[in-house]
């Protein structure tokens, strides 16, 4: 998988139809998603409950780009060699899920995947500056994990630009998840990042039997990021 910046699109099946899910994935990849991103909640962790390693597994078939599974569960160790066996390509955990952030990076890269490490809205950077030789991707959460659907929340913009600065030139992507629309994802991609997740703003208006929505909600969000990068 070969690192660059441009501007990668990663449609959240939470937003998908969840009896269709094989159908959907194809859907949005035909229709232009360069990743497709799974959240993983635990109820515990965060207040609902969605995939375990049996979903991830049965869903990887069908992803033919970049399988981006957001761990937001605690513990993360116990279950890293599982979503590693379900096909995960990216692997990312929240910093508060475990005493040993560190530990949990050097695990998720033995077990052969990319290493990511989630920063929940109120969570700093400083703890980040770190780990940026351990990581190939760094997840800022621009709402609060746990359910689709929420405000962007904006405090997170400089976030993004002093963690874009940190990283210089290392080969680390910059997520975002959360409330990113073609409104949103400009902000995001003029402060430095790289990767959007978006989930009712790729799915709203389309359907496995009508997929061009899609497609065009896709094409909108990239547009929009791509040109607020020209102007930056």
């Given at each position: 998988m ?15 139809d ?15 998603a ?13 207040p ?13 078939p ?9 761990l937001?569960i605690?513990?993360?160790d ?10 995960a390509?990216?692997?990312?955990a929240?910093i508060?899920?475990?005493?040993h952030i ?13 290493a990511g ?26 709402v609060?994990?746990g ?20 990283i210089g ?9 959360g ?20 989930g ?6 389309g ?15 990239r547009?929009a ?8």
């Amino acid at each position: 998988m070969t690192f660059d910046r441009s501007i990668k699109i990663a449609p959240s099946i939470l937003s998908a139809d969840f009896a269709n899910f094989g159908a959907e994935i194809r859907a949005i990849e035909s229709e232009g998603a360069d990743w497709v991103h799974v959240d993983v909640m635990d109820g515990h962790f965060v207040p609902n409950l969605t995939f375990g390693p049996p979903a991830v597994k049965a869903f990887r078939p069908h992803v033919t780009t970049v399988m981006d599974v957001h761990l937001m569960i605690a513990p993360v160790d116990p279950f890293i060699e599982a979503y590693a066996e379900a096909g995960a390509d990216f692997l990312t955990a929240h910093i508060e899920a475990g005493p040993h952030i560190h530990r949990t990076l050097q695990a998720i890269r033995g077990a052969g995947m990319k290493a990511g490490v989630a920063l929940n809205p109120g969570t700093g950077i400083a703890d980040v500056a770190y780990l940026l030789d351990m990581v190939d991707l760094i997840l800022v959460m621009t709402v609060n994990p746990g359910f689709g659907g929420q405000k962007f929340i904006h405090s997170q913009i400089e976030k993004v630009r002093a963690l874009r600065a940190m990283i210089g030139d290392r080969p680390v992507h910059i997520e975002i998840d959360g409330g990113i629309t073609p409104e949103t994802a400009p902000l995001m991609a003029a402060a430095g990042a790289d990767v959007l997740v978006a989930g009712s703003a790729v799915f709203k208006g389309g359907s496995v039997d009508n997929p061009a929505p899609y497609g065009q909600n896709i094409r909108a969000i990239r547009a929009a990021a791509e040109g607020a990068r020209e102007t930056a």
